[in-house]
C-alpha cells in the first residue's frame, strides 16, 4: 500500500536511534520519532548528543560542547568518528543528503591537522 510505504519512508527519515548510554558505550535500544528532537539538523560536528533514559522512559538531548547564542542546534546522525566516506554513505542513503557542514568543507590534509 502507498500510504504504508510513505509513512515508512517518513518514520526512517525521522527517527532517531535510542541508545542506553552507559559510561563511555551505548546499547541500541530501537527507534523512535520525537516531535522536537526529531527537528534538530545534522553536523559531523555536532553541539548535542540524544540518549535515551529508560528509567525515565524518555529521550534526552545533552550538550557536548559550548553553543553560541543564536547558533543552531546540531545533533550528528552517524557516528561522528566514522571516517568521511562511510558518513556520507550513511547519510546518503539513510537520510537522502550529503553533508556540507565545516568538517566535510575541510580537506584530508586539514582534517589530519
Excluded at 535510542?18 to 520525537?34: H, P, S, W, Y
Aim: glycine share 6%; hydrophobic share 35%.
Amino acid at each position: 500500500n502507498q500510504g504504508d510505504t510513505r509513512n515508512m519512508g517518513l518514520f526512517h527519515t525521522n527517527a532517531i536511534t535510542l541508545k542506553q548510554m552507559d559510561k563511555t558505550e551505548g546499547r541500541i535500544l530501537g527507534a523512535a520519532v520525537f516531535p522536537t528532537i526529531s527537528l534538530i539538523n545534522h553536523s559531523c560536528a555536532p553541539n548535542v548528543a540524544w540518549s535515551f533514559n529508560q528509567g525515565r522512559n524518555e529521550a534526552e538531548v545533552r550538550v557536548i560542547r559550548e553553543i553560541s547564542e543564536g547558533e543552531e542546534i546540531l545533533a550528528c546522525y552517524t557516528d561522528p568518528l566514522l571516517q568521511r566516506a562511510e558518513r556520507e554513505k550513511i547519510l546518503k542513503s539513510k537520510y537522502n543528503f550529503v553533508c556540507d557542514c565545516q568538517v566535510c568543507f575541510l580537506s584530508d590534509e586539514s582534517l589530519a591537522e
